[in-house]
């Protein structure tokens, strides 16, 4: 598994929507097919971030912090 999301886009008059069922309110929109996936992209990358300062909010200090990959 890779760092990978599906990407359901619809079209909406001369736009095309972008979103993603894993990740709830990450949507993107575009002229194009691109242009819309791009967009989800980094509304994608926007939600994880605030997710990742909202949940280090209160961690102790002398936690241990390290990193998980996938893939």
Known sequence: ????FTA?????GD???AYCP???G????GRTKEEAKK????AIELIFEDRREE???GVP????????SLG
Request: glycine fraction near 8%.
């Open 1 to 4: 598994m890779r760092n990978e």
């Open 8 to 12: 359901i886009i619809e079209t909406d």
């Open 15 to 17: 736009w095309l929507i």
């Open 22 to 24: 894993e990740i709830p």
């Open 26 to 29: 990450a949507n993107g929109q």
């Open 39 to 42: 967009s989800l992209g980094e």
């Open 55 to 57: 949940g280090m909010r």
């Open 61 to 68: 200090e002398d936690a241990i912090k390290d990193v998980v």
